[in-house]
């Protein structure tokens, strides 16, 4: 299938379920009363009820010399002016003796899926949502452990975090101005908590709304294929951003950081596949990552990319 294929679902208010990947060049869609036969899971509620759990991974990442050149390469094409916010992510080897499906199970997150036996994905991030004629985006950019000191003061007032939140809204306001009227940001950084192992984070996002009036079910489609890939999770410039990415990371993100969300027929919902467990012939691998800006030290960056690494 393709984008054109769900303006036709749209059109006929058929409910169904769609993922891609990072770039919005593999596109998977399910009625939603074929997905459980396929082997799919997803569930998408904001108040979902959060399980305790003591379980555990293990982890074996790139060193910090290896992420250093990476990060080095990045700041190079910031001061070529090639890009401005790049999200540099990479892949870590994990060990743990639970399966996708019970992965699935343990995780404590409002979107979450498990595709086959191939990957889960258990994100704290909202893409866009459509109700009524008001489409929305929570743009989800800074982090930081909530057990130093004054945490939450201190990633507002910082510099760095600040710069690249203002990127990624500008660029998440310019986005939705391609599909949307009177786009405005509604809420600007605010903080989220989000359990992460052993740790609790802080998440900084923020809230941008539009009118997208009332035709959008037939459009669903091309508005999904103007949006993609998702602005959080490449950078600015988008395009040349994407290219850059492909080079650094020197690994193929696939569905990571690609986006799944469900059309019941009435309404629409989606998440950005952050957190994300793979499944392959060496054993399971985790994806993480973070937003790099001129400003951006390399051993906080690293230590994101860690922080990431987590069983919610």
């Known amino acids: 299938m393709d984008f054109e294929d769900l303006n036709t679902l749209g059109k006929a208010r058929k409910p169904f379920l769609f993922i891609t990947d990072f770039k919005a060049k593999t596109l998977e869609v399910f009625l939603l009363d074929k997905v459980q036969e396929n082997n799919i899971e997803f569930q998408i509620n904001e108040d979902y009820l959060k399980q305790k759990h003591s379980k555990k991974l293990k982890k074996s990442p790139l060193s910090l010399e290896e992420y250093t050149q990476k990060f080095r390469k990045v700041i190079q094409k910031i001061e070529a002016g090639e890009t401005y916010l790049l999200n540099l992510t990479q892949p870590t080897k994990i060990e743990t003796d639970l399966s996708l499906q019970e992965i699935y199970n343990y995780a404590n997150a409002p979107y979450k899926i498990r595709y086959k036996d191939k990957f889960v994905s258990f994100s704290p991030e909202k893409f866009i949502q459509i109700k009524g004629q008001t489409i929305d985006t929570y743009p989800m950019k800074g982090t930081i452990d909530s057990s130093i000191e004054d945490a939450k003061e201190k990633i507002l007032a910082d510099k760095k975090e600040m710069a690249e939140h203002i990127m990624v809204v500008d660029l998440l306001r310019n986005d939705l101005s391609i599909v949307a009227k009177n786009v405005k940001v509604n809420h600007f950084r605010y903080i989220s908590a989000i359990e992460s192992g052993e740790k609790k984070l802080l998440q900084v996002s923020s809230h941008i709304s539009g009118d997208i009036g009332e035709n959008w079910h037939d459009n669903i489609g091309n508005i999904l294929s103007s949006l993609l890939p998702a602005g959080s999770i490449t950078g600015t410039p988008k395009k040349s951003t994407v290219k850059i990415i492909e080079d650094i990371e020197e690994y193929d993100r696939g569905f990571f950081t690609g986006i799944f969300g469900v ?50």
């Not at 059309?263 to 596949?273: A, Q």
């Not at 994300?276 to 994101?304: A, M």
């Open 263 to 312: 059309y019941d027929g009435k309404t629409f919902d989606s998440g950005v596949m952050i957190r994300f467990i793979e499944k392959t012939s060496n054993g399971y691998i985790y994806k993480s990552g973070g937003g790099i800006t001129l400003d951006s030290d390399v051993n906080n960056e690293y230590n994101e990319l860690l922080d990431k690494i987590y069983l919610p």
